[in-house]
């Protein structure tokens, strides 16, 4: 089992940055992907970044450029730097592990609003 809590989310104006960050604990010798997903109102959940344990990362062409995903393996935690907000940004941001599991977390509110 892995448990994963999110934290930094909260209302940010467009075109300002907001970090995210999420704590992974229990089975974490386990994980090799960690990723972050969305979901806005009415919406799927929708993929926005992941990271491997080696380093390897993806995003969603929504947010290339803009969006920075990190990962501290000693510390058992990732983050993503979001820059440049759109209002279309705003969802609940889920933290993600994958072992032979997908993991989740409850997901932090993120807010892009003048």
């Known amino acids: 089992q892995v448990q994963l809590v999110e934290s930094g989310g909260g209302l940010v104006q467009p075109g300002g940055f907001r970090r995210l960050s999420c704590a992974a604990s229990g089975s974490i010798g386990s994980i090799n992907v960690m990723g972050w997903y969305r979901q806005a109102p009415g919406k799927q959940r929708e993929f926005v970044a992941i990271?491997?344990?080696?380093?390897?990362?993806n995003y969603a062409d929504s947010v290339k450029g803009r969006f920075t995903i990190s990962r501290d393996n000693a510390k058992n935690t990732v983050a993503l730097q979001m820059n440049s907000l759109k209002p279309e940004a705003t969802a609940v941001y889920f933290c993600?592990?994958?072992?032979?599991?997908?993991?989740w977390g409850q997901g932090t509110q993120v807010t892009v609003s003048s």
């Open positions: 993600s592990a994958h072992t032979i599991s997908d993991y």
């Open positions: 990271i491997t344990s080696g380093g390897s990362t």
